[in-house]
Structure formats: structure tokens, C-alpha cells
């Protein structure tokens, strides 16, 4: 039977709550912005078998979004996201105001080096979003204070630049990746999928498929630049509308100049599904394969 999990409303509920853990227990730690679905669970349930205490977040955080709209559209489903997690055994949710995660107003004083990890893929189509995305991050890291940090693959180039921003601010917490849950049509779990046409949805499939055809293409020895000519092509088909597809370096997200010689390989895509705007990716050559 899933135990009662108890809701943080506040930096001050959350410490409380988590006094008696500090120095003493393992907490793992899973930001989200809520909606959440089966994608969100399998990053608690990783949690949950290495942690002791699990603490998800639910703040839809202003400064990473760039179109006002998409902000004002995203899904906001708190009770249904509580049943969740308290299904996969979540022991608190921190659901914080903007107040409380910027006190003294949005603007971000986070001094990092990212180089041009992100001017690249998401960074060159949703211009400050990443700057957005660590300033929130190293906030909410700075009140949590966890030993894990659990995100998904999904976000590829999301948690390449947390663990860049981990690594360059010394912060003393584990980033652990959780691979992408998928429906079984293949297409990755996303909050924002619920805004999908149904008729949309069925076809949605083709970013996962032409994922593995661009696997399959590496394989047999096609270049990163015919590969992602190929993709951009299969994407169309009416309602469709590719922004990216490229294959990039898994290490820095860079082009790649001789795909023969490198061991980390992954290809990452946005595609407009009508008006949704999907991500997705597939590692196509890894260095622990
Ligand atoms: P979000 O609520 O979209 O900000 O996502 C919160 C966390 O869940 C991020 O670390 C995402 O990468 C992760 N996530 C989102 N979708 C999936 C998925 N389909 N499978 C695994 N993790 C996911």
C-alpha cells in the first residue's frame, strides 16, 4: 500500500520536514513542473530504491519559458499529480509560490560558463531557456540541499548543462539520468501530450521512428549531415512542422566531424505536432555500450 506522503507548501514545511534527515539520511531529489505522468513516476521509483527519502517538486517556473503562451497553457494538475506520486511511494511534494523561489524578483544572478552547450538544439530555437532552467535548478538544489538529483534522458540537453553547472559550482549532489518512458507507440511521455489532437497523437509516432532510422542509418555508415537531411525530410507530412533534428557529439552537443571516431553519439529533435511542440532524442552510439 503506497504511505501518506506529506506536502511542503514552503522553504520552511520543507525543512522541517527534513531535519532530522540532514546528514544522516540519503535524500533523492525530483524537480518537475508537475503534470505529471508515468515518465515522472520511474524517476521517483529510481529514487525511492537508492534513497531514503524522496522529495519531488512541483513549480512551474516563469523564467524558462520564452513564449508567454506556452506558459499560460501548461497543464496544471496538482491532485492528480499527488495520487502519483504517492503511488510510487514519494515521501514529500514541495509545491513553492514564486515567492518563495524568487524573493527578490526573477532576474538571475547565477554566473556560469556554459560555453556553447547552450546556444546549440534547444538553446538556438527557445532563447533563454536554459539560463532559466539552471538559475531554477541551482535554487531549488540550494534549498533542498539533496545527496541525488534524478532527471530524465528526455531532457538531454537539460541535464548535460545541470551536470556541467553541478561540476562547475562544486555542488555536492549526484546527478543520476533516468532513460525516456514511452508510450507504447513510441512516443515519448510528455506533459504536454494531453494537448495533442487525437489524430495528431496516432501519428506522433514518427519522432521515435525516425529516431531508430537515424540509428539505423549510422550504422550502415551514413554521415551525420545525409542523417539529418533524411529525418528532416520524413518529418514532412501534414500537421507536422520540424524546427531540428540533429546528430551531435553526446559529451558537448557539438556537430560531429568523423562519427567513425567517436564513442558518444546522439541524435535530438523538436518537432511541431500541430500546435505542441515535441522533443525527443536517442543515443545512437554509447561509450558504455
Ligand atoms: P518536467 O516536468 O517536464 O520539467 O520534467 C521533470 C523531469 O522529468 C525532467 O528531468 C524530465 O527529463 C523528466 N521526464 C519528462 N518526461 C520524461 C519521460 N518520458 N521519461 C523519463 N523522464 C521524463
Request: with cysteine.
Amino acid at each position: 500500500m503506497a504511505k501518506k506522503i506529506k506536502i511542503a507548501k514552503t522553504i520552511e514545511q520543507l525543512h522541517k520536514l527534513l531535519a532530522s534527515a540532514y546528514g544522516k539520511k540519503k535524500i533523492g531529489y525530483v524537480p518537475t513542473m508537475g503534470a505529471l505522468h508515468d515518465g515522472h513516476a520511474s524517476l521517483i521509483r529510481q529514487s525511492v530504491s537508492k534513497c531514503d527519502i524522496t522529495v519531488c517538486s512541483i513549480f512551474v517556473n516563469p523564467t524558462q519559458f520564452n513564449d508567454a503562451s506556452d506558459l499560460e497553457k501548461y497543464p496544471r494538475t496538482l491532485a492528480a499529480d499527488v495520487k502519483i506520486l504517492a503511488a510510487a511511494n514519494c515521501d514529500i511534494v514541495f509545491t513553492p509560490g514564486v515567492e518563495d523561489i524568487y524573493p527578490s524578483g526573477t532576474k538571475s544572478q547565477l554566473k556560469l560558463r556554459l560555453g556553447k552547450l547552450d546556444k546549440v538544439l534547444e538553446g538556438e530555437f527557445r532563447p533563454g531557456h536554459f539560463k532559466g532552467v539552471a538559475q531554477v535548478v541551482k535554487r531549488l538544489l540550494d534549498i533542498v540541499k539533496p545527496t541525488m538529483l534524478f532527471m530524465g534522458q528526455k531532457d538531454f540537453q537539460q541535464f548535460t548543462i545541470i551536470q556541467h553547472m553541478i561540476d562547475q559550482l562544486k555542488i555536492p549532489t549526484e546527478l543520476v539520468v533516468c532513460p525516456i518512458k514511452r508510450e507504447k507507440s513510441g512516443l515519448a511521455m510528455s506533459s504536454r501530450n494531453v494537448r495533442l489532437d487525437k489524430d495528431i497523437k496516432v501519428r506522433s509516432d514518427i519522432l521515435y521512428k525516425t529516431l531508430l532510422e537515424a540509428k539505423e542509418l549510422l550504422n550502415l555508415g551514413y554521415s551525420p549531415k545525409k542523417i539529418e537531411a533524411y529525418a528532416m525530410k520524413a518529418f514532412k507530412i501534414p500537421d507536422f512542422k520540424p524546427e531540428y533534428f540533429r546528430v551531435v557529439s553526446g559529451y558537448d552537443l557539438q556537430p560531429i566531424k568523423n562519427a567513425s571516431k567517436l564513442d558518444y553519439i546522439v541524435a535530438c529533435t523538436a518537432v511541431w505536432a500541430g500546435d505542441v511542440r515535441l522533443i525527443d532524442n536517442l543515443i545512437l552510439k554509447s561509450p558504455n555500450a
